[in-house]
């Protein structure tokens, strides 16, 4: 238990559907981040929130849609997308982001395992 | 550009030690650090170093060489539970961690 909680685990969809991704974390912390992580690929940054104010946005295609209404919750609001999309989506926290950051140290839920058929 | 190379894949035998390599080019350097990630799992954090030189934690020890852009993860009397990726990330001059693309551990009996 990482105190970082998604749901749901697993989601199948088709590449008409809307569905969404969710993420809370118990832990008190300030920043939240999207990663998605391929296999035998890097973790990649989508976005990271920072006192529920988003800092980063990596390229990210607009079929994804991030919401942060509130330090503790981050949302991932998926729309028409590609069976490339297809990955493991991990949310995490940490105390800040960047320079507020005091070590770094990331705090990943178990993540949602997405196919898009 | 920034690159964190790690090995693929490695395999051992349960009670041995591994050492598992993370090298590293990246727009400056603000610490490293190595997650485990058990299949299906959360990665969890193990180690951060900043400054050159071994940080013991228990059966595990975490290596830093600045000047070389290196750092290992060794691992001591392995038990099957440590069967799992290792992720090594470089915090650059932006604060931005930079991963690499893991390494899975097999352990055998």
């Known amino acids: 238990e990482t105190g970082v909680t998604q749901t749901p685990r697993h989601l199948v969809m088709g590449m008409t559907n809307k569905k969404s991704l969710k993420c809370e974390q118990h832990?008190?912390?300030?920043?939240m981040y999207w990663y998605k992580q391929s296999a035998k690929k890097p973790l990649e940054l989508m976005f990271v929130?920072?006192?529920?104010?988003?800092?980063e946005n990596n390229s990210v295609p607009s079929r994804f849609s991030p919401e942060c209404p509130n330090s503790s919750h981050l949302f991932l609001h998926l729309h028409t997308l590609q069976p490339e999309d297809s990955a493991l989506y991990l949310c995490a926290s940490s105390e800040g982001s960047g320079r507020a950051s005091v070590t770094g140290e990331l705090f990943f839920g178990e993540g949602s395992r997405l196919t898009v058929l | 550009g920034q690159n964190i190379d790690q090995p693929t894949e490695m395999t051992a035998t349960e009670g041995a030690i591994v050492q598992i390599n993370c090298t590293y080019q990246?727009?400056?350097?603000?610490?490293l650090f190595w997650y485990q990630q058990h299949a299906g799992e959360a990665p969890t954090f193990l180690s951060y170093n900043v400054l050159d030189g071994l940080e013991e934690k228990g059966r595990f020890s975490s290596f830093l060489s600045r000047s070389k852009g290196y750092s290992y993860l060794l691992l001591k009397e392995l038990q099957m539970k440590d069967s799992a990726s290792y992720l090594c990330a470089v915090l650059d001059s932006n604060y931005q961690l930079i991963w690499g693309a893991g390494t899975k551990l097999i352990i055998k009996p």
């Open positions: 990246t727009s400056g350097f603000n610490g």
């Open positions: 929130y920072n006192f529920k104010e988003q800092t």
């Open positions: 832990l008190g912390h300030n920043a």
